[in-house]
């Protein structure tokens, strides 16, 4: 059974830092991209970022672009979210996801993924 679990979240000042992590078992995801979103209450999802296969390429959103960054440990099967300079409006459940085989293309739409994690609360106060 694939399952991704993510952790690391929590309650976090403006301007602190937080890692989240998600980790990955029931096969192994070095053969596909991991892509991190994010959902604020009454609002839907959105791409947060994405690391592609080999690590070699990171895509994010324009909100977090220089403030986030996505990591990858293929031989943990593991995903990394490091966010630094966060703020009030970074508050949402996050989540990690994957898509159901290998692949080198990647996307930043919610339905192209298959796998999701059941999310992590990361709050930040003002």
């Known amino acids: 059974q694939v399952q991704l679990v993510e952790s690391g979240g929590g309650l976090v000042q403006a301007g602190g830092s937080l890692r989240l992590s998600c980790a990955a078992s029931?096969?192994?995801?070095?053969?596909?991209?991991l892509a991190w979103f994010r959902q604020a209450p009454g609002k839907e999802r959105e791409f947060v970022g994405v690391?592609?296969?080999?690590?070699?390429?990171?895509y994010y959103a324009d909100s977090v672009k220089g403030r986030f960054t996505i990591s990858r440990d293929n031989v943990k099967n593991t995903v990394y979210l490091q966010m630094n300079s966060l703020k009030p409006e970074d508050t949402a459940v996050y989540y990690c996801?994957?898509?159901?085989?290998?692949?080198?293309?990647?996307?930043?739409?919610?339905?192209?993924?298959?796998?999701w994690g059941q999310g992590t609360q990361v709050t930040v106060s003002s």
């Open positions: 996801a994957a898509p159901n085989s290998g692949t080198y293309q990647y996307s930043f739409s919610t339905g192209w993924y298959y796998y």
């Open positions: 690391i592609r296969r080999s690590g070699a390429g990171t």
């Open positions: 029931g096969r192994t995801f070095s053969d596909s991209p």
